[in-house]
């Protein structure tokens, strides 16, 4: 029992709880201060009263350490055929992938690699320009000896029966085209097969043309002869090509050729110090009097060259053309004065 004097000197007496209650207080404020001084988890084996705290920290501490060595080292680029996988510490917030689009190529169902930025290599530098050639580029070249157009011309004794030629035109570059119809395929397949047999090199294009009830059977031949002589005309003075252009119109008329029509002169500039001289010509005749003329022209091969050939038959026959419109170019060089 505790027993309490007052100071007026009048006694009272305390209730029996009271004496407990104080002393249950003054050891809880006891403890409470001695968990300050002295935590009892540590006290206890590291109890923490915060247990989120310390892993958080552990793993906060290793997001810095590794963004560190981030920067420290330079990243190496995966290959371009591997997936990159985001980090969960460097991206912790990062919403979920989205399926990766379809590529053109890729097999169906294979997942695709999200893209990395890989570094383009500059492009190499430009390669030394050629030498440049001893001919300026986009010179005209002189004309050549050649006898394409006689072989094209020839053809027409090749036509067979059921195929009639629209039109044949060639060049002294051993290119010929030939239009025309026929009556049937078998008409059609047998003149491409005379054509084969020549030394050129040929495609054929046909097609339908009219009304169902009367379709004609159009073809188009395209062909280009494998080997043409190729050696430079004679160079003629002035003179000498006036001469020779008066020779080729009266060669026109004595092979019988009808409307002749002869164009003046064109002269196109050649290197060196040289022209080149084409005379053209119009007229029209029998296949017969056209084989003439090509003839006499063919006996000036070394000093002139036939450049063009166009061949239109006007009149037909049943063993084929009995007369067509002849348009040919003939072509000379010049020395300069």
Request: with cysteine; charged share 15%; hydrophobic share 45%.
């Amino acid at each position: 029992m505790i027993r309490v004097e007052l100071l007026h000197g009048h006694g009272r007496q305390l209730p029996p709880w009271l004496g407990p209650a104080l002393f249950a207080l003054v050891l809880s404020g006891g403890l409470f201060a001695l968990n300050e001084l002295y935590p009892f988890g540590q006290l206890l084996g590291g109890y923490s009263a915060a247990p989120e705290a310390a892993p958080w920290q552990e793993r906060q501490g290793a997001a810095d350490a590794w963004g560190d060595a981030q920067q420290e080292a330079p990243a190496a680029v995966p290959p371009t055929d591997q997936a990159v996988a985001a980090s969960p510490l460097a991206q912790p917030t990062a919403p979920p992938a989205q399926p990766a689009a379809a590529v053109p190529g890729a097999p169906a169902g294979q997942p695709v690699a999200p893209s990395v930025a890989v570094p383009v290599a500059a492009p190499p530098p430009p390669m030394a320009s050629a030498p440049v050639a001893t001919q300026a580029v986009g010179a005209r070249q002189a004309p050549r000896r050649s006898a394409a157009c006689q072989w094209a011309v020839r053809i027409n004794e090749r036509v067979p029966p059921g195929v009639r030629l629209v039109s044949l035109t060639c060049s002294a570059a051993g290119e010929y085209g030939l239009e025309g119809t026929c009556t049937s395929e078998q008409s059609l397949r047998g003149f491409h097969d005379q054509l084969q047999q020549l030394p050129s090199q040929v495609s054929l294009a046909s097609w339908r043309e009219g009304k169902t009830s009367a379709q004609a059977l159009r073809f188009a031949f395209e062909g280009r002869f494998a080997a043409t002589p190729s050696r430079e005309l004679a160079t003629l003075s002035k003179d000498q090509a006036e001469r020779l252009f008066g020779k080729v119109a009266h060669w026109a008329d004595e092979s019988g050729l009808d409307g002749l029509s002869i164009k003046k002169t064109i002269t196109m500039p050649l290197p060196p110090a040289r022209v080149h001289q084409r005379q053209k010509l119009w007229g029209t005749g029998s296949y017969q009097q056209i084989s003439a003329f090509l003839h006499r022209l063919q006996q000036v091969e070394e000093i002139a060259s036939l450049g063009e050939v166009v061949l239109m038959p006007v009149q037909a026959g049943e063993r084929g053309w009995v007369e067509a419109r002849l348009y040919a170019a003939v072509d000379v060089v010049v020395g300069m004065p």
